[in-house]
C-alpha cells in the first residue's frame, strides 16, 4: 500500500509563509499527479493545486499567485510553497496522489493555522 506522508504544518502569522511537503512510498514516477486539497467547513474538501509527471501546474484561483507546487523526483517528494498567508487559509490540508493504475492515494492530513 503507497503511503503519503505529510509535514511542514503549524501556526503562522498572517502575511507568514510556511512549506508542506508530502513524501510517498514508491517512487513517484509511477504517478500521474500530485497535489493538495484542504478541508473547507460544513463543504467537501476545496482542491489546492497539483503538479503533473512532467511538472505541469495547476492552481485555484483562490491561492494563485500566493501557493507554489514544486516536486523532488529524487526524494519522492512534492512541496507546497504558502505564501502571503491569510486566516481563511486555516485549515487542514490533504496531499493526494493519482497513479497510472487508476487510483488516488491519501495523506493523514497537516494542520495550517494562521493567525496573530
Known amino acids: 500500500q503507497v503511503q503519503l506522508v505529510e509535514s511542514g504544518g503549524g501556526l503562522v502569522q498572517p502575511g507568514g509563509s510556511l512549506r508542506l511537503s508530502c513524501a510517498a512510498s514508491t517512487s513517484i514516477f509511477s504517478i500521474n499527479a500530485m497535489g493538495w486539497y484542504r478541508q473547507v467547513p460544513e463543504k467537501q474538501r476545496e482542491w489546492v493545486a497539483r503538479i503533473t509527471s512532467d511538472s505541469s501546474t495547476n492552481y485555484a484561483d483562490s491561492v494563485k499567485g500566493r501557493f507554489t507546487i514544486s516536486r523532488d523526483n529524487a526524494k519522492n517528494t512534492v512541496h507546497l510553497q504558502m505564501n502571503s498567508l491569510k486566516p481563511e487559509d486555516t485549515t487542514v490540508y490533504y496531499c493526494?496522489?493519482?497513479?497510472?493504475?487508476?487510483?488516488?492515494?491519501w495523506g493523514q492530513g497537516t494542520q495550517v493555522t494562521v493567525s496573530s
Open positions: 493526494y496522489a493519482d497513479f497510472r493504475e487508476g487510483f488516488r492515494s
